[in-house]
C-alpha cells in the first residue's frame, strides 16, 4: 500500500526545482486513490496565471523526472493543472501571498453556530487563521479546526 503524503512530499521536492526554473510555482501536489486509479496531481501558478501549454510543457518535464527516478511503485495518472479561481490555501507561504484576499473557510465543528464563514484575510498568525468579517471584526480559528480555506470566488 501506498505512503500517499510521503510519494507526494518526495515527487514535490523532485520536481520543484524544474517548476522554478520554468518560472512556475508548485501550489499544490497530491498522490491519491481515487476507486481502482491512483493520481498524482501537480497544481502550478504563476503571475498572470497558468495557461494549457504551460501544463503541457512541465508535464512533459515531469515525467522524464519522475521516470528516470521511479519514485511510485505501482501503476499512476498524472496530471498537471492550475488551481483554479477557489484554490485553496494550504502553504504558510499561501497565507502571506494572499493576505487582504476574500476567503471561504469550512470549519469542522460548529464556531458562534456555524461551520462556514467569509472574510478578508489577515493572515496566519501563531498557527491561527486570522480573517475580517463584513462588519471588519476580527475572528480567528486554530488552524486545525479549520477543513479548508480557499480563495472566494466573487463575481
Do not use: H, W
Amino acid at each position: 500500500m501506498a505512503n500517499t503524503l510521503n510519494t507526494a512530499k518526495k515527487a514535490e521536492s523532485m520536481l520543484s526545482s524544474t517548476a522554478d526554473t520554468m518560472g512556475f510555482e508548485i501550489a499544490d501536489i497530491e498522490f491519491v486513490k481515487e476507486g481502482q486509479n491512483y493520481y498524482l496531481r501537480v497544481y502550478l501558478d504563476k503571475e498572470g496565471g497558468i495557461t494549457i501549454d504551460d501544463c503541457e510543457s512541465f508535464s512533459r518535464a515531469a515525467e522524464k523526472i519522475l521516470d528516470e527516478n521511479d519514485i511510485i511503485e505501482q501503476a499512476y495518472i498524472f496530471e498537471v493543472s492550475s488551481p483554479g479561481l477557489d484554490r485553496p490555501l494550504k502553504k504558510d507561504s499561501d497565507f502571506e501571498k494572499f493576505s487582504g484576499e476574500v476567503v471561504d473557510i469550512k470549519l469542522y465543528k460548529p464556531f458562534n453556530g456555524s461551520k462556514e464563514f467569509q472574510g478578508r484575510l489577515k493572515g496566519l498568525i501563531d498557527n491561527n487563521i486570522v480573517i475580517f468579517d463584513e462588519d471588519d471584526n476580527e475572528i480567528s480559528f486554530e488552524r486545525k479546526s479549520v477543513a479548508s480555506i480557499r480563495l472566494a470566488v466573487i463575481f
